[in-house]
């Protein structure tokens, strides 16, 4: 069981990394979805369209066997995880996001343009922290969906939990225990997220 739950750490790092990926480009396509540029609007769009539209298996795969092939780079298969985990959460992230945003009150971003706020300065003090504390609960959710398919990356031979599970289950043919073990050890990780979920939101709440 030792064995397993070493994978522990290779399973929070991808998933933590990825996370903050996803987040940072998420929110820039969110930027560009509601900005005035239709060209940007048109290119966060159609990438949004790609990763939404593709199983994520796929993009893990292309990134990690099929950009060798293609410009000659080969990335660890960790580094393949976070990329292709980062990538596809932030397609997922700017939606929620650019929900937030929408969901802010116009007048507050009216009110900021007629006292003459810069852009840059608007979004990231007023409007962005209003959105974040809308789209908490979503977040949340993107991140155990991250959690829990992050499973996926025993495909490209990470060492995660999932595979040492099997790679435990195979040696010593007690797949029924290893892969329940693996479940708990997921169930605990979700169960965490969504307590500290729970945490970050009730203490933003105190300064509504």
């Known amino acids: 069981m030792d064995f397993i739950l070493a994978g522990v750490k290779v399973t929070l790092q991808v998933v933590s990394l990825a996370g903050i990926l996803g987040f940072i480009i ?35 795969m292309l990134i990690f066997f099929g950009l060798p092939q293609a410009i000659g780079i080969t990335l660890e298969p960790v580094t393949a995880a976070i990329l292709a985990f980062g990538l596809n959460s932030g397609a997922y992230i700017s939606e929620v996001i650019r929900a937030g945003i929408m969901a802010v009150d116009k007048g507050q971003r009216e009110a900021a343009m007629a006292l003459g706020v810069p852009y840059r300065q608007m979004m990231k003090d007023i409007i962005l922290p209003q959105a974040l504390k809308n789209i908490l609960p979503a977040l949340m959710n993107e991140y155990i969906t991250l959690t829990k398919e992050s499973a996926i990356v025993t495909v490209i031979g990470v060492m995660d939990v999932m595979r040492r599970s099997f790679m435990t289950a195979s ?16 169930y ?20 509504d």
Do not use: H, N, W
């Open 26 to 60: 998420g929110t820039l396509l969110a930027l560009c979805k509601i900005g005035r540029i239709k060209l940007l609007r048109i290119l966060a769009d159609i990438y949004t369209s790609i990763f939404r539209g593709t199983p994520l298996v796929l993009q893990l």
């Open 171 to 186: 040696s010593t043919y007690a797949y029924l225990e290893a892969f329940i073990f693996a479940g708990l050890i997921y």
């Open 188 to 207: 605990v990780l979700v169960m965490i997220l969504t307590l500290i979920g729970k945490l970050i939101e009730r203490r933003m709440r105190r300064y």
